[in-house]
């Protein structure tokens, strides 16, 4: 019961809520004197915390700085201390925000691209934290803090009610219109195909290339989609862009053109 509620009011979040444009270039071209930062600089103490150790969430969102660079590797769970800091993240508008930021320079990467036009580019896509959202899932348990559980997260896989992350979906639509083919690559297990693919199509993505799905002959993460993206390119496909929320997402060989991480706080996959 409970997680159908937090699912309700996630959806309703993610369907309903809109994520204000951001003006990037401006952004990165604003000088230091524009910003009046010898003015501000003990006001900001404060914020970055040089002046206290008792500001909430700052030690974790060092942790998730560290995360989110790879610094922080191989990590278990999220830190019991940081629920809070992450859930609120998760559910807040900065999650959503940063996943703006990233989408926005995808697609601006995919528009300044040569395509050929005969069907052969391609984006790869992640599936999970990617694509589809199971914040409703991880918001029941614990946002990561907790070990994770196999048997649970396939039983909401199977489920198959994972929304998509509106930034996703709107740039997955985009590279369809600048006709870039989709190519989902995912660690979820082969098991999984139909509920993932109806999944999929349920929160919009209609259409793609292939959708591929892991078997039990791989190693690692990396191993398994570098081989993958490596079987694309052979087969004549070019990887304008790849995207996904785990650094073993995008390290290894034949990663494309250009990787975008997205953020996530939530689980380390190797
Ligand atoms: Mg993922």
Known sequence: MKILQVFSLISTLLA?????????????????????????????????????????????????????????IGWTTVPEECENYVGNYMLGQHYRNDSKVVADVALAHAKSMNLTGDGKDIWVFDVDETTLSNVP???????????????LFNEWVKEGKAPALPESLKLYKNLLSLGIKVVFLTGRREHTRNSTATNLKEAGYHTWEKLILKNSTYYSEVEYKSNERKQLEENGYRIIGNMGDQWSDLLGTNAGIRTFKLPDPMYYVS
């Open 16 to 72: 309903t809520s809109e994520v204000p444009d951001l003006n990037i270039p401006n952004q990165i071209h604003l000088h230091s004197q524009d910003l009046h930062i010898s003015n501000q600089i003990h006001s900001l103490r404060p914020l970055s915390g040089s002046c206290s150790h008792d500001i909430p969430g700052l030690s974790c969102s060092s942790w998730r700085l560290a995360v989110e660079t790879n610094n922080i």
């Open 137 to 151: 899932y991880y918001a029941s348990n614990g946002f990561g803090t907790t070990p994770y559980n196999s048997t």
